[in-house]
């Protein structure tokens, strides 16, 4: 019986190493192409998709952003990166009572030879235990049916693939930041 479970447990840790390997090669930027963007349109297209859920939610949107700023990058990575960081403050957000302290401000700005672009929100925030396995595969904070733990893990996946960093900074029960520092040579 014991070399049954042993089996069964190498297959599902094989199944898991598949997926992994799977995910990372979503992110893979090499075969996807590079252009010239507009950074703030790529942001703007991004939140597009999240009108609605702004406005059911109640959540003001503060985006600050130099309107002629290029980068060369993959406009397509940019947007699910955008897409899961704003998704994931949304989520914060929904559950705070008071609707008129609801706020995601989006900064892009320029500082030294970085463009750094952050995701801050003003709702629950994430505990130092937490902030730890943020970006780790299936981990995920979110009720069950929720979430599955992949958005970060693909975020942190997509930053690093086009070498770029990323950093959280949070106050558990205040707030929560995102940064995102691009090199400018990019």
């Given at each position: 019986?014991?070399?049954?479970?042993?089996?069964?447990?190498?297959?599902?840790?094989?199944?898991?190493?598949?997926?992994?390997?799977?995910?990372?090669?979503?992110?893979?930027?090499?075969?996807?192409?590079?252009?010239?963007?507009?950074?703030?349109?790529?942001?703007?297209?991004?939140?597009?998709?999240?009108?609605?859920?702004?406005s059911s939610n109640r959540i003001t949107l503060s985006v600050k952003a130099p309107?002629?700023?290029?980068?060369?990058?993959?406009?397509?990575?940019?947007?699910?990166?955008?897409?899961?960081?704003?998704?994931?403050?949304?989520?914060?957000?929904k559950d705070k009572e008071t609707a008129a302290e609801k706020i995601l401000a989006?900064?892009?700005?320029?500082?030294?030879?970085?463009?750094?672009?952050?995701?801050?929100?003003?709702?629950?925030?994430?505990?130092?235990?937490?902030?730890?396995?943020?970006?780790?595969?299936?981990?995920?904070?979110?009720?069950?049916?929720?979430?599955?733990?992949?958005?970060?893990?693909?975020?942190?996946?997509?930053v690093s693939a086009m070498n770029y960093t990323i950093a959280l900074t949070s106050?558990?029960?205040?707030?929560?930041?995102?940064?995102?520092?691009?090199?400018?040579?990019?």
């Open positions: 019986k014991k070399i049954k479970y042993l089996n069964l447990m190498e297959t599902g840790v094989d199944l898991i190493n598949n997926l992994i390997q799977r995910l990372l090669n979503l992110t893979n930027t090499s075969s996807h192409a590079f252009s010239r963007l507009n950074l703030k349109n790529v942001l703007d297209e991004s939140l597009e998709f999240l009108k609605s859920q702004l309107e002629e700023l290029f980068i060369y990058s993959n406009k397509y990575n940019l947007i699910q990166v955008f897409l899961n960081l704003a998704i994931n403050a949304i989520d914060s957000l989006i900064t892009i700005a320029v500082e030294e030879e970085n463009i750094i672009i952050s995701f801050f929100d003003n709702g629950c925030g994430i505990d130092a235990a937490t902030q730890e396995k943020i970006f780790a595969p299936f981990f995920t904070t979110k009720p069950s049916g929720s979430g599955n733990g992949l958005g970060l893990f693909i975020v942190d996946g997509i106050e558990h029960g205040e707030w929560t930041k995102f940064t995102i520092r691009i090199p400018t040579d990019k």
